[in-house]
């Protein structure tokens, strides 16, 4: 007796054609972004070293007479640099990364979640480099004036250029995070976690809570914790009017 003849399983075979096709685009983006870092990078490298004395003026300025950087390893004069080199490049390159990665998103988001999400892609852009600038502009000259000025006498300050990089760092990132707030606020707000009134009455959780991680994250001296803390407060109050502006129009929409 033969067997029964199967049919063809069409859904299955869409379905993995779908997955596929959407690999292969993933695939395409991803390149895309490490193209477009590896081009910065190239660019970058000839100026390494440059940028290296220009990441280090804020500790160089206020070192002590006859004070200066050292390198602790063998290799650390070309590595770090280049180090230095390859963050820059991701910084620059962070708005082809975040398009890349929009437009791979964006054709399966509904019309009312692209327009949330194109303000909130650009301020967490913009926020993320104002935060690096705040960090560096004014936050890391007010702390290495109080490391230098709390250095015991008779300790020669002299820090190495690795752990320099990996702190400079570490701030740009945690700065940049903590700049985040307005969008964190909207992002609650526009799922469903909270609501207006709730973030207006949390405030002073809020308050208490920028205190608390600036105190964490920044040097040990209240001027960078004030430098954090107060920045953050002020932008939750930003975040708030953002959420006036972007998910009321949105809740009401899908209101009958």
Not at 108 to 128: D, I, M, S, T
Not at 146 to 157: D, I, Q, R, S
Not at 223 to 242: K, N, Q, R
């Amino acid at each position: 007796m033969a067997a029964p003849e199967q049919e063809p399983h069409t859904e299955d075979g869409a379905l993995e054609e779908g997955l596929f096709s959407h690999l292969i685009e993933l695939r395409s983006r991803l390149m895309r972004a490490i193209v477009t870092i590896a081009l910065v990078l190239l660019a970058l490298i000839p100026i390494a070293n440059r940028l290296y004395a220009e990441l280090a003026a804020p500790l160089v300025a206020r070192l002590p007479q006859g004070a200066h950087l050292i390198a602790t390893e063998v290799a650390s004069p070309f590595v770090t640099p280049l180090k230095l080199a390859f963050y820059a490049a991701l910084f620059i390159s962070m708005p082809m990364i975040l398009y890349q990665l929009w437009a791979f998103v964006s054709p399966g988001l509904y019309k009312h979640e692209k327009r949330l999400a194109r303000p909130l892609l650009a301020a967490a852009l913009v926020l993320f480099y104002t935060g690096c600038a705040f960090a560096y502009f004014l936050v890391l000259p007010a702390a290495f004036r109080f490391l230098t000025a709390v250095t015991p006498e008779g300790v020669e300050m002299m820090t190495d250029i690795t752990h320099y990089l990996d702190f400079v760092m570490l701030m740009f990132f945690a700065f940049g995070l903590c700049f985040e707030v307005p969008v964190a606020v909207v992002i609650l707000a526009a799922i469903g976690v909270v609501n207006l009134q709730q973030l207006r009455d949390g405030r002073r959780y809020a308050i208490v809570g920028a205190f608390t991680i600036a105190a964490f994250i920044t040097p040990p001296d209240i001027t960078s914790m004030i430098m954090l803390a107060v920045p953050m407060c002020f932008l939750y109050e930003v975040g708030l009017l953002a959420v006036r502006w972007l998910v009321k129009p949105a809740t009401e929409a899908a209101a009958p």
